[in-house]
């Protein structure tokens, strides 16, 4: 089993939608990214957590440390949202390094 | 001000070959890191430097892999024999010291036939 789950794989909205991906971990974390990859293959860091919400515009991102879940949302979806976002997680005692989960390839249909 | 780049943005070349790899991370960035990106598959950790300390190498998936960091600035990663399993997006990033957020360049696309 990863150690990072994400879900879903795919998603497929339309605009305007509220759209929620989820990451799942099984290991201690000191902090949780969540990364967006557009189709030209660029990566742009969205978010870093180590606890509570982060909201960036129509972007929120939640995490709960107990049950070690995180989840992105967008509110108001536009096609221009469509990339692959994907989770990523600092292990504990692991230094920097950080464990990707699958990704979420999200389409928004205008 | 300037991201992180890489180059070349894409490589094709022969298995069996070495091939050299180049990332500028931020200037003023201490911190920096290769990923590889295999098709169909998610970002895998290759290797981590920082400042002047022995890079962490733990991601390197073998020996033919090789990375180096000059000046505390431009880093080369190098592949050494190249197979056909080697092909990927090898990605770079860098940060600041002590900051978890990560910058990352564009990307190599690298082909091996």
């Known amino acids: 089993k990863n150690e990072v789950e994400q879900s879903p794989q795919n998603l497929t909205a339309q605009e305007g939608e509220f759209i929620t991906i989820n990451c799942s971990y099984s290991?201690?974390?000191?902090?949780l990214h969540w990364l967006q990859q557009h189709p030209g293959g660029g990566i742009v860091s969205l978010f870093m957590l180590s606890s509570g919400k982060k909201k960036h515009g129509r972007l929120i991102a939640t995490i709960n440390i107990q049950e070690k879940h995180s989840s992105l949302h967008i509110t108001a979806s536009h096609p221009r949202d469509s990339a692959v976002y994907i989770c990523?997680?600092?292990?504990?005692?692991?230094?920097?390094?950080?464990?990707f989960g699958g990704g979420t390839r999200l389409m928004v249909k205008p | 001000g300037a991201g992180v780049s890489q180059s070349p943005s894409n490589k094709v070349t022969e298995k069996g070959k070495d091939v050299e790899l180049r990332c500028d991370p931020i200037s003023g960035h201490t911190a920096l890191y290769w990923y590889r990106q295999s098709l169909g598959q998610g970002l895998e950790f290759l290797i981590y430097f920082q400042g002047n300390s022995a890079p962490d190498k733990s991601g390197l998936p073998s020996d033919r892999f090789s990375a180096e960091r000059t000046g505390g600035s431009v880093s080369t990663l190098t592949i050494q024999r190249t197979q056909q399993e080697d092909s990927a997006v090898y990605l770079c990033?860098?940060?600041?010291?002590?900051?978890?957020?990560?910058?990352f360049g564009p990307g190599t696309r690298l082909t091996v036939t």
């Open positions: 990523a997680v600092r292990r504990n005692n692991a230094g920097n390094m950080l464990t």
């Open positions: 990033a860098s940060s600041y010291v002590g900051a978890y957020e990560q910058y």
């Open positions: 290991v201690g974390i000191s902090a």
